[in-house]
């Protein structure tokens, strides 16, 4: 109790406890901007744009085409694959159906392996479906060889 006039300013007195994890958390919180401040630090937004776009560049060409002319084994994978997913649409010996013929001298969306690769992977607006997140660029690249045993006849 403190019924008798004295000075109260003792009692008052912040917690050093308080005073420490006050200054801590300054300290912490000046580290935090530096160390995001391409001033004081290493750290700079386009760095990080640089680094996201160069692993986003090794994703993409793991999905790019594969050359597989002339291996036979892949070429016999091919025909299987098309004779599975493709016969359907285009007929077993890729002359068409309901998709165009295969083995014409020239397609519609051009006939190199990169076009070939986009026009499987990716799908054609008039009916042609994207095929990989289906049976993915290994497959893909696998029917290409096949459809150019055909297409080089
Ligand atoms: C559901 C039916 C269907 C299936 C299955 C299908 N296609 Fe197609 N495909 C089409 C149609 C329809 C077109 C024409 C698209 C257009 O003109 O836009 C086409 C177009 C194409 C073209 C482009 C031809 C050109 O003239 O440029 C290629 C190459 C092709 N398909 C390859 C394949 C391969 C390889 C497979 C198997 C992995 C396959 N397609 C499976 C329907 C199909």
């Known amino acids: 109790m403190h019924d008798t006039p004295e000075p109260q300013d003792g009692h008052n007195s ?3 406890g308080w005073i420490f994890f ?16 391409p001033a004081f630090s290493n750290w700079s937004v386009y760095k990080e744009f640089d680094k996201e776009m160069a692993s986003a560049k090794k994703t993409e060409s793991a999905v790019a085409v594969k050359d597989y002319s002339g ?6 994978d091919g025909k299987e694959i098309f004779a599975n997913t493709c016969a359907p649409c285009h007929n077993g010996d890729a002359k068409g159906l309901i998709g ?13 392996k990169a076009i070939l690769f986009e026009t499987i992977a990716k799908g054609r ?9 289906q049976i993915g660029a290994d497959k893909i690249s696998k029917v290409i060889a096949f459809l150019e045993t055909l297409r080089n006849k």
């Open 14 to 16: 912040i917690p050093k």
């Open 100 to 112: 165009p013929n295969l083995t014409a001298p020239t397609l519609k969306y051009g006939s190199t």
């Open 125 to 133: 607006p008039n009916g042609m479906p994207s095929f990989l997140p």
């Open 71 to 76: 291996n036979h084994e892949a070429i016999e």
């Open 22 to 37: 006050f200054i801590v958390g300054i300290i912490c919180m000046i580290g935090y901007i530096a160390s995001y401040s």
